[in-house]
């Protein structure tokens, strides 16, 4: 599902200059089409997290940037972990127990 400028602002509860800006800094990244910004999932969530960051939290717009980039980097983390252990999980039993093992841990989870 899309959504445009006008439904995010709803849909968020935040103020166009405040969406505007976010887009500007490039924490929100839209695509632009003839008609202007088309919204994605992912898009919406993140504006809904800078809204909650900034007016739930009380995150200074200076401090906004890099609670961004630890989200991301934790996000990013999680999809390496989860590729590495389907990696494991596809080892031969013996291999796989074996770097469990060295791991300590005792399955795949």
Known sequence: MTWR??????????RTPDLEA??????IKPIRDDDGWVFAEADL?????????TDEMAIERETVPVVLSLIDQNHALRRQLHDILAAIGNLPPE???????????SEIS
């Open 5 to 14: 400028i006008e439904q995010i602002v709803t849909l968020v509860g935040c």
């Open 22 to 27: 976010w887009i500007a800094e490039q924490w």
């Open 45 to 53: 969530a993140r504006a809904q997290l800078i809204r909650d960051l």
């Open 95 to 105: 291999s796989r127990d074996e770097i469990m093992r060295q791991l300590g841990l």
